[in-house]
Nanobody, 115 residues
Framework: QVQLVESGGGLVQTGGSLRLSCAASTRIVRFDAMGWYRQTPGKQRELVATITRGGNTNYADSVKGRFTTSRDNTKNTVDLQMNSLKPEDTAVYYC?????????WGQGTQVTVSA
């Protein structure tokens, strides 16, 4: 069973920064991509960023220029650097391991941006 554990969430003021990290229990190169998603109460989970096995990245329009995702295949970790945070970035952030057959999910970490 694949386990993904997120860390780094917390409370930050508008304009601040946070760095989320996701540690996988298996080699992340097994998966087509690793992703970050977020969800707020009453809304669907939305894509924030993905990074492919080859290192290609994709971002939601709402975070382009502010968030950066990276991966370390030797440590089996994926990070999300979040800068210039806004109150609308407040959500539970989830790490995902993405493959054609199944996606695995972490338990999520809360990010709260105060106005």
């Amino acid at each position: 069973q694949v386990q993904l554990v997120e860390s780094g969430g917390g409370l930050v003021q508008t304009g601040g920064s946070l760095r989320l990290s996701c540690a996988a229990s298996t080699r992340i190169v097994r998966f087509d991509a690793m992703g970050w998603y977020r969800q707020t109460p009453g809304k669907q989970r939305e894509l924030v960023a993905t990074i492919t096995r080859g290192g290609n990245t994709n971002y939601a329009d709402s975070v382009k220029g502010r968030f950066t995702t990276s991966r370390d295949n030797t440590k089996n970790t994926v990070d999300l650097q979040m800068n210039s945070l806004k109150p609308e970035d407040t959500a539970v952030y989830y790490c995902s391991a993405i493959s054609s057959r199944v996606n695995y999910w972490g338990q999520g970490t809360q990010v709260t941006v105060s106005a």
